[in-house]
Every structure is written in C-alpha cells, then in structure tokens.
Nanobody, 119 residues
Framework: QVQLVESGGGLVQAGGSLRLSCAASGTISGFNHMAWYRQITGKPREMVAFIRSDGITYLEDFAKGRFAISRDVYKNLMYLEMNSLKPEDTAVYYC?????????????WGQGTQVTVSS
C-alpha cells in the first residue's frame, strides 16, 4: 500500500513563501504522474499542478509565475514551491499520485497539509 505524507504547511504572511513536500513510501518512478491539489474551505478540491513520469509539468493559471512543482526520484519526494503567496491561497494542500497497472488505475492521496496566508 502506497502512502503519501505531506509536510511544510503553516502560517505565512502575504507575499511570503512556503515549500511543501510529499514523501512517498515507495519509489515515485512507478507513478504515471504526481500532483498537488488544494481545497479551500467551502469549495471543491482543485488541482494546483502536476508532474508526469517524463518530468513534464503543468501549473494551473493561478499558480503560474508563483508556484513550481518538482520531484526528487532518488529521495521519493515531490515538492511544491510557493512564492508570492496570497490570502486566497489559504487551503489544505494534498499530494496525489496515480499508478496504472494494465487496465487498472490506482489513485493515492495524502492526508493534506494546511497552508494559511495572512493579509
């Protein structure tokens, strides 16, 4: 069973930075992609960014120019570097990973880490 554990959340002032980490219990090279999602209170969970197994990355529009997603396949870690944080970035941030095995797709989630941006 794959486990994903996020860390790095916390309270930061607007304009500040945080780096979130997602530690996987196994090798991340076996995932088709990994992603960061967030859930703002009262709103549906939304994707922030993903990184494919070939290293290609994608950021949602609200994250472009401020956030960066990366990974370290040797340490089985994924990161979300967040800069120029805004109060509207306040949310629980979740790590996600997808693995395909034949016709089956396995989706894994972490427990989330709270990010609070004060104005």
């Amino acid at each position: 069973q794959v486990q994903l554990v996020e860390s790095g959340g916390g309270l930061v002032q607007a304009g500040g930075s945080l780096r979130l980490s997602c530690a996987a219990s196994g090798t991340i090279s076996g995932f088709n992609h990994m992603a960061w999602y967030r859930q703002i209170t009262g709103k549906p969970r939304e994707m922030v960014a993903f990184i494919r197994s070939d290293g290609i990355t994608y950021l949602e529009d609200f994250a472009k120019g401020r956030f960066a997603i990366s990974r370290d396949v040797y340490k089985n870690l994924m990161y979300l570097e967040m800069n120029s944080l805004k109060p509207e970035d306040t949310a629980v941030y979740y790590c996600n990973a997808e693995r395909k095995a034949g016709a089956l797709t396995y989706d894994y989630w972490g427990q989330g880490t709270q990010v609070t941006v004060s104005s």
